[in-house]
DNA sequence: ATGGTTGAACCTCAA
C-alpha cells in the first residue's frame, strides 16, 4: 500500500510540531504541501530529511509556497505552471515518484483565493486554472499513475458546503470556479473523496474567524484528484481531521488517498 | 457581519 496526501499547512514554520506529530501518526509515504510562507533556503529540511523524506520545495517569501515530501527518489522536478512567464507566485510543483519499479507522478498546488468574486485576484485564479487545465491536458497523454493534490479552493458540489443555498456565488462556491474545477476533472481527473464516499458531508478547510471548526462551518476545498490508471489502484481516501483538532492548527485538514502500489 | 482569526512582516496584506 502506498499513502499520498495533501497539506495546506499554512506556513511550515508556525505548522513544524503539528505536521512533524501528524507524520508520525499517518505515516504517509508522499506529502503535496502547499503555502510553505517561507523562502526554499528557509524551509526547515532537517525536521522532514530525519524522518525519511526527500524533498522538493519551491518557496517564496510570505506568502504562497508549495512543497513534495517522499520517502522514494523524486526526480524530474518542475516548478512552474506554463502559460504565464511573469506569474512570480511559487503556487506549482511536480515530480515522479520512483517505487517498485514504477513511476507515479505527483503534482502539489495552491491555487490563488481569488479575495472577492469580480476581483483582479479572482480574475487570476480562473486564468490559473485555465492553466492547470492545459498543463494536465498534456500530462494526461502519457497515460501515468498520476496524482495531483492542492489546495483548489473551491468546493466542487452543493454537499461540500454547509448550506448551498444561501453560499450559492461565494468566492470558492461560484459557478465560474465550479466551472473551472469540473473542467479540469472532466479531463479525465478523479476526485478521490467523492469516489469512495458519495454521500459523506465533510469539509477540509474552517475558518478561523467565528471558530468554524467548532461550529462545523467549512468547505471541501481540498482534493486529490487522480488519473484513469490511479483510480484503478484507489483503496481509500479519508479527511484526516486530527491535525485540526491540535493545539495551533492549520486552518485545512490534510487529504489521505492509500493506493494499491 | 463595515465582523470575526491567523501568519508573516511591517506599521498591513492575504487568506
Same mark, same amino acid.
Given at each position: 500500500?502506498?499513502?499520498? &496526501?495533501?497539506?495546506?499547512?499554512?506556513?511550515?514554520?508556525?505548522?513544524?510540531?503539528?505536521? $512533524?506529530?501528524?507524520?508520525?501518526? &499517518?505515516?504517509?509515504?508522499? #506529502?503535496?504541501?502547499?503555502?510553505?510562507?517561507?523562502?526554499?533556503?528557509?524551509? !526547515?529540511?532537517?525536521?522532514?530529511?530525519?524522518?525519511?523524506?526527500? $524533498?522538493?520545495?519551491?518557496? *517564496? %517569501?510570505?506568502?504562497?509556497?508549495?512543497?513534495? $515530501?517522499? %520517502?522514494?527518489?523524486?526526480?524530474?522536478?518542475?516548478?512552474?505552471? /506554463?502559460?504565464?512567464?511573469?506569474?512570480?507566485?511559487? @503556487?506549482?510543483?511536480?515530480?515522479?515518484?520512483?517505487?517498485?519499479? %514504477?513511476?507515479? @507522478?505527483?503534482?502539489?498546488?495552491? +491555487? /490563488?483565493?481569488?479575495?472577492?468574486?469580480?476581483?483582479?485576484?479572482?480574475?487570476?485564479?480562473?486564468?490559473?486554472?485555465?492553466?492547470?487545465?492545459?498543463?494536465?491536458?498534456?500530462?494526461? @497523454?502519457?497515460?501515468?499513475?498520476?496524482?495531483?493534490?492542492?489546495?483548489?479552493?473551491?468546493? !466542487?458540489?452543493?454537499?461540500? #458546503?454547509?448550506?448551498? =443555498?444561501? *453560499?450559492?456565488?461565494? #468566492?470558492?462556491?461560484?459557478?465560474?470556479? =465550479?466551472?473551472?474545477?469540473?473542467?479540469?476533472?472532466?479531463?479525465?481527473?478523479?476526485?478521490?473523496?467523492?469516489?469512495?464516499?458519495?454521500?459523506?458531508? *465533510?469539509?477540509?478547510?474552517?475558518?478561523?474567524?467565528?471558530?468554524?471548526?467548532?461550529?462545523?462551518?467549512?468547505?471541501?476545498?481540498?482534493?486529490?484528484?487522480?488519473? !484513469?490508471?490511479? +483510480?484503478?489502484?484507489?483503496?481509500?481516501?479519508?479527511?484526516?481531521?486530527? /491535525? @485540526? %483538532?491540535?493545539?495551533?492548527?492549520?486552518?485545512?485538514? !490534510? +487529504? #489521505? +488517498?492509500?493506493?494499491?502500489?
Amino acid at each position: 500500500m502506498f499513502s499520498i &496526501a495533501t497539506f495546506n499547512v499554512n506556513s511550515v514554520k508556525a505548522r513544524l510540531q503539528n505536521v $512533524l506529530t501528524w507524520l508520525d501518526a &499517518a505515516k504517509p509515504d508522499v #506529502v503535496l504541501l502547499q503555502e510553505l510562507k517561507c523562502e526554499t533556503d528557509a524551509f !526547515p529540511r532537517m525536521e522532514f530529511e530525519d524522518k525519511g523524506y526527500n $524533498l522538493a520545495i519551491h518557496g *517564496q %517569501k510570505t506568502y504562497n509556497g508549495v512543497a513534495i $515530501l517522499s %520517502k522514494y527518489p523524486i526526480d524530474d522536478v518542475i516548478t512552474r505552471l /506554463p502559460g504565464d512567464d511573469a506569474d512570480e507566485q511559487a @503556487r506549482y510543483i511536480e515530480g515522479i515518484i520512483s517505487l517498485k519499479g %514504477k513511476a507515479v @507522478r505527483v503534482a502539489s498546488a495552491y +491555487v /490563488p483565493n481569488g479575495q472577492e468574486v469580480g476581483s483582479d485576484k479572482f480574475a487570476y485564479k480562473l486564468k490559473f486554472y485555465e492553466r492547470l487545465r492545459a498543463h494536465w491536458a498534456q500530462t494526461l @497523454r502519457h497515460h501515468e499513475i498520476a496524482v495531483l493534490g492542492a489546495d483548489f479552493n473551491c468546493a !466542487p458540489y452543493a454537499i461540500d #458546503v454547509l448550506d448551498h =443555498r444561501s *453560499q450559492d456565488g461565494m #468566492v470558492c462556491y461560484n459557478a465560474l470556479e =465550479r466551472e473551472q474545477l469540473r473542467a479540469l476533472m472532466n479531463l479525465g481527473l478523479y476526485d478521490a473523496f467523492r469516489l469512495k464516499h458519495p454521500d459523506v458531508k *465533510q469539509f477540509s478547510w474552517w475558518d478561523y474567524r467565528g471558530a468554524g471548526y467548532e461550529k462545523g462551518n467549512g468547505l471541501r476545498i481540498d482534493h486529490v484528484l487522480l488519473s !484513469p490508471l490511479a +483510480v484503478d489502484r484507489l483503496h481509500d481516501c479519508i479527511i484526516d481531521e486530527e /491535525p @485540526r %483538532k491540535q493545539e495551533k492548527p492549520s486552518d485545512h485538514a !490534510p +487529504v #489521505v +488517498v492509500t493506493l494499491n502500489i
